[in-house]
């Protein structure tokens, strides 16, 4: 894979011999000025506010032609938090003691992450890797748990990392050929979604409701077709949501409590999606 990745990002032979040309000429004010830098090789002018359109492009782009070149045509979207440590490990996020005692049992949810990736990835196995990829934001994590689901099994996943002030950096088990980053938040949803077969959404905070709000929007007003949608964790999701309390308020539909499911393990959410698809 690593390979034909590379193989496909060769640079034209002209544009990378003109570039290390103009890098090359006599110091003198006309070619020390911005102007005579050439467009593509000039990063005041390629992150300018002016170029941001090109720059929303070039994100939505890059990706998708990656993940054609890898042959991938379907995924499962794993979210999750960031801050769910693996059982037994340090609930290094945790700001007192009552958090600490949640974060550390909600750590279980690090191993149904882990199995539910691994079960799709079983699968995936199947199709020559091509179907029910896991795809998760590369972090840590519930994310990693997602990614180590998938190497547990020796198939790939992907990750859509993205720069942040804490400076995330991806998780070691996403397939590095498949591993990310955005500076948008938008071009990075549209990612996650555009090959979404299921949608697995485990606790977490803003980012992880964000996300599955997002989701549900925009199934709920068929901007995406209906496809499994997972909440992990009944008591979790029971107690910081009351959704209920939504359509009983009128501003949602009754029924649109039907487009997703609570579940508390691994094999409960893949039977869902098995059923769904008749696999």
């Known amino acids: 894979m690593a390979s034909e990745i590379k193989k496909r990002w060769k640079p034209l032979v002209r544009s990378g011999e003109d570039i290390e040309k103009s890098h090359h000429v006599p110091v003198t004010p006309q070619t020390q000025a911005p102007a005579y830098r050439l467009a593509f090789d000039d990063k005041d002018f390629l992150t300018s ?15 998708e032609l990656m993940l054609k070149e890898a042959g991938i045509e379907s995924t499962v979207v794993l979210f999750g938090g960031a801050r769910i440590p693996e059982p037994g490990g340090e609930a290094w996020a945790a700001k007192n003691e009552v958090q600490k005692k949640n974060l550390e049992a909600n750590a279980k949810f690090y191993d149904e992450a882990r199995k539910f990736a691994r079960l799709s990835s079983e699968f995936s196995k199947t199709t020559d890797c091509k179907e029910m990829v896991i795809v998760t934001g590369g972090g840590p ?49 549209m990612h996650f979604l555009m090959r979404a077969k299921a949608i697995a959404v485990f606790p977490g905070g803003f980012g992880t409701m ?47 409590l039907n487009l997703f499911h609570l ?10 999606i098995a059923d769904h698809y008749g696999l």
């Not at 997602?146 to 859509?160: C, K, N, T, W």
């Not at 909440?231 to 359509?247: H, I, P, R, S």
């Not at 579940?263 to 869902?272: P, Q």
Request: with cysteine; aromatic share 10%; net charge negative.
């Open 49 to 63: 506010e002016e170029l941001r359109p090109i720059r929303l492009q070039l994100e939505l782009l890059k990706p």
């Open 141 to 189: 994590g519930v994310m990693e748990a997602g990614s180590r689901g998938a190497a547990d099994v020796g198939v790939p996943s992907i990750g859509l990392n993205i720069v942040l002030p804490h400076e995330q950096a991806p998780n070691k088990y996403v397939t590095p050929e498949l591993c990310f980053n955005f500076h948008y938040f938008a071009i990075r949803k």
């Open 210 to 256: 964000d996300e599955m709000f997002e989701s549900l929007t925009l199934i709920q007003t068929q901007r995406m077709d209906p496809l499994p949608f997972l909440l992990f964790g009944t008591d979790f999701w029971t107690k910081v949501l009351n959704l209920e309390e939504l359509a009983n308020q009128g501003t949602i539909s009754p029924d649109d």
């Open 263 to 272: 579940v508390d393990s691994a094999e409960e959410g893949w039977k869902i």
